[in-house]
Structures are given as C-alpha cells and as structure tokens.
C-alpha cells in the first residue's frame, strides 16, 4: 500500500519569495506522483506530474518537483510566489495500474504582500 | 475533449433526508471513476471507486453509498444523512498516464 506525507500544514512567505512544499511517500512498489492544486471551493487541478524519465517536472506557473527515489520524496518549489499562488496544494501518489491515488493531507500556502 | 461534471455546487440538507449527488463524464469510454471526501481542514477521503458499470469499490464504511448505472454516470447517495456527512464532495475521473481530472465539488452541509 502507499501512503502519502506533506509535512506542512500551512506555509506563510512573503511574495516573490522562494517556497518548498514538503511531500514525501511510501510505498512497496514504483509509484507516479502528483501535485494538485486547489483554489477556494473549487475541485482539483493538476499541476504537475512524474510519470518516468526525467526527475525534475515543471508546471507552466513556474512551479517546479523532484522526485528523489533515495528520499522517497517528491517537494514542489517555486523560486518566486505570487499573491494568486495562495491555494492549498496536495501531493498524491498512485501505483501503475491507476486504480487507486492516495493523497496527502494538504499543506495551505498563503502568500503575503 | 473530455470533461466531468458534478452536480449541484451546494446543497443544504436536514439530518435524516436522503442524499443524491451525481456526476457524469464525457468524451471518455470506460472511466475509471471516484469519490471523494474533503472534510474542513482535512485531506481528501477516498470514498468509492469504480473500474467499469456495476462495479463498486469501498474504502471506507459509512453512512454513503455509489452506483455506477451507466458507463460515465457514478452516483452518490444516502438514504439518511448525518451531520457527519457534512463536507467537500469530489468526483474525478482517472486517465491512465495522466492521473485524475476532477469535478468542480458539491459543498454539502448537513443541518
């Protein structure tokens, strides 16, 4: 089974500040990994994802995730926020078949004029 | 192109009346199919999950329950609401090599 751990429940940073969103995950077997934004009472949006090659996935937003497979985890950066980027934002992971994603628990980033 | 709608945005409900949320794709044959659950400052929930028609997974016991009568109609329901069920309900749809696409939510509050 997979699981899923975003270490941050909320993060505050000024804007044009560099931020890191924490994920980091378990599981038995090779997995993909998403990240999910979410605006207020709205559903889910892609942001980005790792499905194989590369390492480093970029959104075109400018936010940027490594999947490290030592670490097994997968942290999403942004080197500059802006003010519109405040949304909660969810790491997911799921197994090859699809079947099934397990999400995080979230982590709310607010950024600050 | 493929899009998922759900239905209705809000709704407020009396415990103990009957709940029907539905959602439908399109431009999809054979989705796989999900419900979730975000409760006020927690993460999502799976809820239920269907590979074809008919066929329904749960994840979690509880007070709800999910059909899937056509190919991309998946069905949310309660025959007695609690003040429990009360929360952010998502519908999404998964697509293989890309992951879920999601609807837009219903926010159900139970009174």
């Known amino acids: 089974a997979q699981s899923v751990t975003q270490l941050d429940s909320q993060v505050p940073v000024f804007e044009e500040a560099p931020v890191e969103l924490r994920c980091n995950y378990s599981s038995s077997v090779s997995v993909y990994l998403f990240w999910y934004v979410q605006y207020p009472n709205q559903g889910l949006q892609l942001l980005l994802k790792y499905l194989s090659g590369s390492t480093l996935v970029e959104s075109i937003n400018g936010f940027e995730a490594e999947f490290n497979k030592s670490q097994t985890s997968f942290h999403l950066r942004k080197p500059s926020v802006h003010i519109s980027d405040t949304a909660e934002y969810f790491c997911?992971?799921?197994?090859?078949?699809?079947?099934?994603?397990?999400f995080g628990s979230g982590t709310k980033l607010n950024v600050k004029p | 192109s493929q899009t998922i709608h759900q239905w209705p945005a809000t709704l407020v409900q009396p415990v103990g009346s009957p709940l029907s949320l539905e959602c439908t794709v399109e431009g999809t044959s054979n989705p796989n199919l999900y419900w979730y659950r975000q409760a006020a400052g927690r993460g999502l929930q799976l809820l239920f999950y269907s590979v074809g028609i008919g066929q329904i997974s749960s994840e979690v016991p509880q007070n709800l329950s999910a059909s899937r009568p056509q190919d991309r109609q998946f069905i949310l329901s309660s025959k007695k609401l609690l003040l429990s069920d009360s929360g952010f309900y998502l519908c999404?749809?998964?697509?293989?090599?890309?992951?879920?696409?999601f609807g837009s939510g219903t926010r159900l509050t139970v009174v």
């Open positions: 997911a992971v799921s197994g090859y078949n699809f079947n099934k994603f397990y």
């Open positions: 999404a749809w998964g697509q293989l090599n890309y992951g879920y696409t």
